[in-house]
């Protein structure tokens, strides 16, 4: 059963210096509150690992936290670029990033193998692509029975993987419901797991179709946030706050206005706030 903590017992006890660290959600139940609670928290040399890194890793990247980001796509969803991201790799402030970049089905596989414990991911894939020639951790295997040649990457096995969840009974078993990415497999290839969640409840309730529950003993530590997701979104709690997509842009475009943002937004706030940010649903 895992440990029920508030979020800064959480990140302070399972979140070191020097880790490697996912974060994962898709559009929708996006861990900011964890993900600002590193930013006050001060972690540095992060490696950060994220299939589509938005605007949160944008945060932890332009305050210095990262050293190195494994990724796919990159960006401010329907709005442009990471500024902090484009700062960090283009001319190294805060410092020096590394990059790691992947396919979409690459980081997928990535961590279904981390998840059944295998030390790298074999697929379809990387035909007549050119990230091959940039990133010396895409390699081939060659079919034993088959002999068809197949493109390999190494297995996701963050040290601490971090996702947001609508709901957690008192035993620690956990619902994500609506569009889920690779929050599961995430959560299985870690070695420590945070889920934070809109309520603790008694009772989950009755799944719908698409529903996914993490078993309690999947699971580090469970975090009451309501509103940990915003500017994402959480289904049934409240809408993704489109407005703050587009407002980041500006923000985030200057060095000065970024960290402004983060001295008010971030380091002057607390979890409880991220309550009161949440667009009704």
Same mark, same amino acid.
């Given at each position: 059963?895992?440990?029920?903590? #508030?979020?800064?017992?959480?990140?302070? +006890?399972?979140?070191?210096?020097? %880790?490697?660290?996912?974060?994962?959600?898709?559009? &929708?139940?996006?861990?900011? =509150?964890?993900?600002?609670?590193?930013?006050?928290?001060?972690?540095?040399?992060?490696?950060?690992?994220?299939?589509?890194?938005?605007?949160?890793? %944008?945060?932890?990247?332009?305050?210095?936290?990262?050293?190195? /980001?494994?990724? #796919?796509?990159?960006?401010?969803?329907?709005?442009? #670029?990471?500024?902090?991201?484009?700062?960090?790799?283009? $001319?190294?402030?805060?410092?020096?990033?590394?990059? @790691?970049? &992947?396919?979409? *089905?690459?980081?997928?596989?990535?961590?279904?193998?981390?998840?059944? $414990?295998?030390?790298?991911?074999?697929?379809?894939?990387?035909?007549?692509?050119?990230?091959?020639?940039?990133?010396?951790?895409?390699?081939?295997?060659?079919?034993?029975?088959?002999?068809?040649?197949? =493109?390999?990457?190494?297995?996701?096995?963050?040290?601490?993987?971090?996702?947001?969840?609508?709901?957690?009974?008192?035993?620690?078993?956990?619902? /994500?419901?609506?569009?889920?990415?690779?929050?599961?497999? *995430?959560?299985? *290839? =870690?070695?420590?797991?945070?889920?934070?969640?809109? @309520?603790?409840?008694?009772?989950?309730?009755?799944? #719908?179709?698409?529903?996914?529950?993490?078993?309690?003993?999947?699971?580090?530590?469970?975090?009451?946030?309501?509103?940990?997701? &915003?500017?994402?979104? =959480?289904?049934?709690?409240?809408?993704?706050?489109?407005?703050?997509?587009?407002?980041?842009?500006?923000? *985030?475009?200057?060095?000065?206005?970024?960290?402004?943002?983060?001295?008010? &937004?971030?380091?002057?706030? +607390?979890?409880?706030?991220?309550?009161?940010?949440?667009?009704?649903?």
């Amino acid at each position: 059963m895992p440990a029920f903590l #508030s979020l800064a017992e959480a990140i302070a +006890t399972h979140v070191k210096d020097g %880790d490697t660290l996912a974060m994962e959600g898709f559009t &929708h139940l996006i861990p900011y =509150a964890a993900g600002h609670e590193i930013i006050r928290q001060g972690r540095k040399h992060l490696t950060l690992i994220r299939m589509t890194p938005d605007i949160l890793y %944008d945060q932890l990247i332009g305050v210095g936290a990262a050293d190195k /980001l494994i990724f #796919s796509w990159g960006g401010n969803p329907g709005v442009g #670029s990471l500024h902090r991201l484009r700062d960090a790799v283009e $001319n190294g402030w805060p410092h020096k990033l590394a990059i @790691e970049e &992947h396919s979409h *089905a690459a980081m997928a596989n990535a961590y279904e193998a981390g998840a059944a $414990n295998l030390p790298f991911a074999t697929f379809r894939g990387y035909i007549g692509a050119d990230l091959p020639k940039v990133n010396p951790n895409i390699r081939s295997v060659t079919c034993p029975f088959t002999g068809e040649v197949l =493109a390999a990457v190494p297995a996701h096995r963050p040290d601490v993987s971090i996702i947001h969840a609508l709901r957690a009974d008192r035993k620690g078993n956990v619902l /994500l419901e609506g569009i889920v990415g690779v929050q599961k497999e *995430a959560v299985l *290839a =870690a070695k420590k797991a945070i889920v934070t969640v809109e @309520e603790i409840v008694d009772d989950l309730g009755a799944p #719908s179709p698409n529903s996914v529950i993490l078993p309690g003993w999947t699971i580090t530590a469970v975090v009451a946030v309501p509103g940990g997701a &915003h500017p994402s979104y =959480a289904q049934g709690y409240y809408k993704r706050d489109n407005a703050f997509y587009i407002a980041w842009d500006p923000i *985030a475009r200057e060095r000065d206005t970024f960290l402004a943002w983060i001295d008010a &937004h971030v380091m002057r706030a +607390t979890p409880a706030d991220f309550a009161a940010r949440r667009p009704a649903a």
